[in-house]
């Protein structure tokens, strides 16, 4: 779906309002399951909201996979999530940002809502959903944006992206959004003039010195 149509389909959505959507029957299973899991984790009283994206990113990550074996390349395509967004989730997305807004369903490709999520799930995956939420339980949303919003100018290098964010959920500071910030942007800078994997001790070693650069300096 190109952002002409979905401009178009945003637009009858808003018109006619979510109340009483329907996908059509061949999305009906994942609309079913997804909404059904986004309901009992926007309920749970003691989560925060970063917490419950963070669970839903899981889900969704998971049942996409699932249902289509939704890949790195299907993930890349912003027409594929203009279209899961507004012909299959639309409603969770109005639920979750409090109404239509253009940049969360369709308009903005770094700010599509689904996108984000699977994005965030994808470049820190740690071989199990159980393994990569608990490594990722500890963040914000300002985390989430940080890697997400950062693919650099070759695109996102998962293998880095997974011991960034493994190395980081060991870290137990007061200041742990503004460093992992300060990090990424050391790093940006970094990867264009050194390749990670090929330097001594591999990415490992690599973003332990982006740590302990910021260690030393404070």
Do not use: C
């Amino acid at each position: 779906m190109n952002k002409k149509e979905a401009a178009e389909v945003f637009e009858t959505l808003k018109r006619k309002g979510l109340e009483n959507f329907q996908p059509s029957s061949e999305f009906n299973d994942i609309h079913i399951i997804l909404n059904k899991k986004y309901n009992e984790i926007r309920d749970y009283q003691n989560a925060n909201l970063y917490e419950r994206d963070l669970r839903f990113a899981i889900y969704l990550y998971d049942n996409l996979d699932k249902y289509f074996g939704f890949s790195e390349r299907d993930a890349s395509k912003d027409e594929n999530w203009r279209f899961i967004s507004l012909n299959i989730l639309p409603n969770i997305i109005y639920d979750r940002w409090s109404g239509f807004h253009e940049a969360r369903f369709y308009n903005d490709s770094r700010r599509m809502w689904l996108k984000s999520l699977w994005w965030y799930i994808y470049l820190s995956w740690q071989g199990s959903s159980v393994e990569t939420f608990n490594i990722l339980k500890n963040n914000t949303t300002d985390d989430l944006v940080q890697l997400v919003e950062r693919p650099g100018s070759k695109g996102y290098r998962v293998e880095l992206s997974r011991e960034l964010m493994k190395q980081y959920s060991y870290l137990n500071k007061t200041n742990r959004n503004q460093l992992f910030r300060k990090v990424m942007k050391l790093n940006t800078a970094r990867v264009k003039i050194i390749e990670p994997s090929l330097t001594r001790g591999g990415n490992e070693q690599y973003v332990k010195e982006l740590f302990d650069y910021f260690d030393k300096n404070n």
